[in-house]
T-cell receptor
């Protein structure tokens, strides 16, 4: 089944404790992206990747890192999480030059 | 860059009535406008999209209209049903690949 898989679905952590949210897609998509969803603000792009080893900042990159060592995986890293990073996170992917995004199931992160 | 504004933020309609959600965009070069539906606790999913070379597109009970001159586009849902209750996001395309989303509209269908 074609899908974008995110893990974990829920995560509660404390300020400053490094964490990684994983994202994997099995559709051979070149483009992958991370969004955060906050009430009243919609979906805001954090980072994106056009292909392996090619990543770039989105609109709200501060406090986040990403890597794209393999085509299928695009992990989101929070080196020192803070409470303002409490949010619902979505990974998404698509073919290059297709704007139709496929979203993962989301990760609800709470930073205490 | 692209900026997309979406209204209203919440919308409540009686089952069977129509619902309309509106979005405006800022980048006149933007040429692709999708709509995503997010049911409670689920992921956003594409329900309909339109490119700038057409003014309207329909798929059963949903339709999208585009006014390039005014830089706005709208989602129309007719004969609403309880399963239409969800959050709807519009988006505009910035550059070749990046989607910029609106703030979302929470649609509630009252039985």
């Amino acid at each position: 089944e074609a899908q974008v898989t995110q893990n974990p679905r829920y995560l509660i952590t404390v300020t400053g404790k490094k964490l990684t949210v994983t994202c994997s897609q099995n559709m051979n998509h070149e483009y992958m992206s991370w969004y955060r969803q906050d009430p009243g603000l919609g979906l805001r792009q954090i980072y994106y990747s056009m292909n392996v080893e090619v990543t770039d900042k989105g609109d709200v990159p501060e406090g986040y890192k990403v890597s794209r060592k393999e085509k299928r995986n695009f992990p989101l890293i929070l080196e020192s999480p803070s409470p303002n990073q409490t949010s619902l996170y979505f990974c998404a992917s698509s073919f290059r030059d297709s704007q139709k995004l496929f979203f993962g199931s989301g990760t609800q992160l709470s930073v205490l | 860059g692209e900026n997309v504004e979406q209204h209203p933020s919440t919308l409540s309609v009686q089952e069977g009535d129509s619902a309309v959600i509106k979005c405006t965009y800022s980048d006149s070069a933007s040429n692709y406008f999708p709509w995503y539906k997010q049911e409670l606790g689920k992921r956003p999913q594409l329900i309909i999209d339109i490119r700038s070379n057409v003014g309207e597109k329909k798929d059963q009970r949903i339709a999208v209209t585009l006014n390039k001159t005014a830089k706005h586009f709208s989602l129309h849902i007719t004969e609403t049903q309880p399963e239409d209750s969800a959050v709807y996001f519009c988006a505009g395309l910035q550059g070749a690949q990046k989607l910029v989303f609106g703030q979302g509209t929470r649609l509630t269908i009252n039985p």
